[in-house]
T-cell receptor
C-alpha cells in the first residue's frame, strides 16, 4: 500500500514535444505529491508539487494533473527541451509520517 | 530557497576504513533528516530517518552499526559508513525537512556523495 508505481521507465521526446509521465498509488492517506528532477551525479530537485484537493497545478512548462478517484497523477512537460533530459521521480507523503515514497523513476531524453 | 550542503561530493576509501558524510542546512532548521542510498539507474532507497536530538530510525535491512547517523543540531546531520566494503559503494543522498515549508514541511535534497570503496 506504500508503493508508488511510475511509468514509463524511459521516454524519448523530440524538442518542442510534450513529455508525459504517470504515477499511481494505493494509499489514500497520501497528502502531498511532489515531482523531482535529477541530473546524473546530483541530488533530486523539486520541480512541482500538488495537494490531493487540487486537480491541476501549473508552473511554467510543468503541469501536474491529479485524479483523486483514480489515485493517479501525472507530470506534463510542455515544449520539451534538451536541457530537460534527466531522470524524473514522482513521490508521495503519507499523513502518518513524514517520509516520502518514491516512484521508480523515468529517464527522459529530449532529442534536439 | 532552502539549501542543503552535502560533503564530500566524491570519496574513495580503502576497504575497512570509515567515511563520514556531512549534510548542513544553510538557511533553515532541519527538524528531520533523511538518508538515502541510490544505485545506478534506480530510485532512492530510504536508509534512515533522524530527528534532531533523537536516535535515528533505520529501515528494515539497514545495519545501524554500519551506517551511523548523528543529528546533533538543527543544521547538521552526519552519516558515517563504518568498516566500509566494496558493496557499500553507492550514491548517498541526504534530505532535510523543515517545519516551515509548503504543505507542512518541504524536503530539500543535498547534492549527493559518490562513495567508492576499493
Amino acid at each position: 500500500q506504500q508503493q508508488v508505481k511510475q511509468s514509463p521507465q524511459s521516454l524519448i521526446v523530440q524538442k518542442g514535444g510534450i513529455s508525459i509521465i504517470n504515477c499511481a498509488y494505493e494509499n489514500t492517506a497520501f497528502d502531498y505529491f511532489p515531482w523531482y528532477q535529477q541530473f546524473p551525479g546530483k541530488g533530486p530537485a523539486l520541480l512541482i508539487a500538488i495537494r490531493p484537493d487540487v486537480s491541476e497545478k501549473k508552473e511554467g512548462r510543468f503541469t501536474i494533473s491529479f485524479n483523486k478517484s483514480a489515485k493517479q497523477f501525472s507530470l506534463h512537460i510542455m515544449d520539451s527541451q534538451p536541457g530537460d533530459s534527466a531522470t524524473y521521480f514522482c513521490a508521495a507523503r503519507g499523513t502518518s509520517g513524514s517520509r516520502l515514497t518514491f516512484g521508480e523513476g523515468t529517464q527522459l531524453t529530449v532529442n534536439p | 530557497g532552502a539549501v542543503v550542503s552535502q560533503h564530500p561530493s566524491r570519496v574513495i576509501c580503502k576497504s575497512g576504513t570509515s567515511v563520514k558524510i556531512e549534510c548542513r542546512s544553510l538557511d533553515f532548521q532541519a527538524t528531520t533528516m533523511f538518508w538515502y542510498r541510490q544505485f545506478p539507474k534506480k530510485s532512492l532507497m530510504l536508509m534512515a530517518t533522524s530527528n534532531e536530538g533523537s536516535k535515528a530510525t533505520y529501515e528494515q535491512g539497514v545495519e545501524k552499526d554500519k551506517f551511523l547517523i548523528n543529528h546533533a543540531s538543527l543544521t547538521l546531520s552526519t552519516l558515517t559508513v563504518t568498516s566500509a566494503h566494496p558493496e557499500d559503494s553507492s550514491f548517498y543522498i541526504c534530505s532535510a525537512r523543515d517545519s516551515q515549508g509548503s504543505f507542512g514541511g518541504g524536503y530539500t535534497f543535498g547534492s549527493g556523495t559518490r562513495l567508492t570503496v576499493v
